[in-house]
């Protein structure tokens, strides 16, 4: 997460929405659906910052996976 929020340029548009659903799915596995849904929620919300279609496309599949 910490790798996503660097302004150094060295990261790719979908990483932040990446780790968010991370945090989610692992959230939800340990059984705590309040916080996966808030992490779900933030990843869904970085959508908007991934310009390739393509990129975006493997983050909403993930998202549409996750138990909450």
Excluded: S
Excluded at 22 to 48: F, M, P
């Amino acid at each position: 997460l910490a790798y996503a929020h660097t302004a150094d340029g060295g990261h790719e548009d979908w990483d932040l929405a990446a780790a968010y659903e991370a945090l989610a799915r692992a959230h939800a596995l340990a059984g705590d659906r309040a916080v996966a849904a808030d992490w779900k929620a933030k990843a869904t919300a970085a959508l908007d910052r991934i310009a390739d279609a393509d990129d975006r496309e493997v983050i909403e599949g993930d998202l549409a996976t996750l138990p909450v």
